[in-house]
């Protein structure tokens, strides 16, 4: 468990620090751009998504991993240990839709947990610093 545990914390703050550098770097980069204001919002939409497919794939990464160690638990259901199929739960996990089609047992229950957790926060973040953007860009208009 307490290996579990050091994983999941690694894989967390390293999420958490790459979406707030990506957020940091569209605040810098957004009002840079020589383009209209309604692309920059774009702009600013597809950073973000790539930032999040990032954590994902980071989850995902962690679920290959666990899974491929012992001691850990395992993705169950229709799951073959491939690492598209890690990524696919992940993806599931955090955005936090749940098909239920893969699911876990074990310690590595707990990374799902706060994955979804995790992607829900980051989801929400994303959307405020979107929020702000917008706000400043239409009032440059």
């Not at 894989?11 to 309604?38: D, G, S, Y």
């Amino acid at each position: 468990m307490i290996a579990a545990f050091i994983v999941i914390s690694i894989l967390v703050a390293t999420a958490v620090l790459i979406h707030f550098e990506a957020l940091n770097q569209l605040t810098i980069l957004i009002p840079k751009l020589a383009i209209k204001h309604r692309f920059r919002v774009l702009a600013g939409v597809f950073g973000a998504l790539l930032a999040h497919v990032i954590e994902i794939w980071l989850f995902a990464l962690g679920y290959y991993f666990m899974v491929h160690q012992a001691g850990f638990g395992s993705l169950e259901g229709h799951f073959n240990k491939s690492l598209m199929d890690c990524v696919y739960f992940s993806f599931v996990n955090y955005t936090s839709l749940g098909f239920g089609d893969i699911f876990p047992r074990g310690d590595i229950r707990f990374l799902a947990g706060i994955e979804a957790l995790t992607g829900l926060v980051l989801i929400t973040w994303t959307a405020s610093f979107m929020f702000i953007e917008m706000q400043k860009l239409w009032k440059d208009k």
